[in-house]
């Protein structure tokens, strides 16, 4: 990869707020005693406490994921968040019957429960911290450490895909990773976005990179940088190299003015929230050494992946 991956990559890393649009559907944040239910009907019921509140939730009406096109509708829960009183002014929640059979769908990742339903299809709750601060800070807000619990509902193995592989830029300076993800063999993406990454339709969806024992952060799975799955392609491509936190809308502690990065790291993982109500994925790889153009075996792999990113997308130039 060459400098204008990396400028390309610098310009759509994003700052996703707590207020991000679309983001999948949140039953509860910083959840504890979580059950999830389904009843004869395909109606889902999740029953957990917040904030020191006894909550069921209830949820049907969408299954898996539509493309994206414009002018058409994702797919979306019909929600009532009062146990069964917005939609019948009924408690139903007192005499909900759970049909939930074993799980045997796919594996999932931040999974906390699963089921099959009658119909065959799954229903799953999964938890993670989506909000982490990029560049690696260490959450200094509650709004950032969140556990977010996210239902999904699918059927059969219509789980979204992440692609990743690694190359170098900058002549071999920086360390660098790209990637495409897809859903039922389409591309996913949205259709527009702020100036800081964020998606403004039902479509979009942001990567979540975090690094493992990125020598510039310190021990542990740090949140590198979050940044928007490419339109139309999927495509994604982003360079490891420091960043000002003070400028291009990111989040960064009071008094903080030295730059950050680069976030190598020994392993990373990419994280997404599902397309429509689909599970939220996540993968992992093992980090990719620095570049040494001493070595037949790098220059080649150098060459191969400038090939497959310019074949990936053509917006991220080899």
């Not at 904030?51 to 509708?73: D, F, Q, S």
């Not at 996540?282 to 792999?301: G, I, R, T, Y």
Request: proline letters at 5%; charged letters at 15%.
């Amino acid at each position: 990869m060459a400098k204008k991956v990396l400028s390309l990559c610098a310009r759509v890393a994003a700052f996703v707020g707590p207020a991000s649009a679309h983001a999948s559907f949140i039953v509860g944040r910083d959840a504890t005693g979580i059950k999830l239910g389904i009843d004869g009907k395909g109606v889902a019921m999740v029953t957990l406490t917040e904030g020191g509140v006894l909550k069921h939730v209830m949820a049907r009406g969408a299954v898996n994921a539509v493309a994206p096109r414009p002018g058409v509708k994702q797919v979306a829960f019909d929600v009532d968040w009062a146990g069964g009183w917005g939609w019948q002014k009924q408690q139903l929640w007192k005499t909900f019957t759970s049909t939930c059979g074993r799980y045997d769908g796919p594996p999932l990742a931040y999974l906390v429960a699963a089921c099959k339903a009658n119909d065959g299809s799954y229903w799953a709750l999964q938890r993670w911290q989506r909000m982490l601060p990029n560049l690696g800070f260490t959450p200094w807000t509650k709004e950032q450490a969140v556990q977010e619990l996210h239902l999904s509902h699918w059927t059969g193995t219509n789980l979204a895909k992440i692609e990743v592989f690694q190359g170098w830029v900058y002549a071999g300076r920086f360390n660098g990773i790209f990637g495409r993800v897809t859903f039922a063999g389409q591309p996913v993406h949205g259709f527009g976005s702020s100036n800081f990454g964020v998606p403004t339709d039902a479509f979009g969806r942001n990567l979540f990179l975090d690094t493992l024992n990125a020598k510039n952060y310190g021990a542990g799975w740090r949140r590198e940088n979050s940044f928007l799955a490419h339109n139309p392609t999927g495509a994604f491509c982003y360079g490891f190299y420091t960043f000002d936190p003070t400028k291009g809308g990111y989040q960064h502690p009071a008094g903080q003015s030295a730059v950050r990065g680069p976030g190598v790291g020994l392993r990373y993982r990419l994280s997404m929230i599902g397309p429509g109500v689909t599970p939220d994925v996540m993968v992992e790889a093992q980090a990719l050494h620095a570049f040494d153009k001493s070595n037949p075996a790098d220059v080649e792999l150098e060459q191969k992946s400038n090939a497959l990113l310019q074949e990936l997308d053509s917006g991220c130039h080899a």
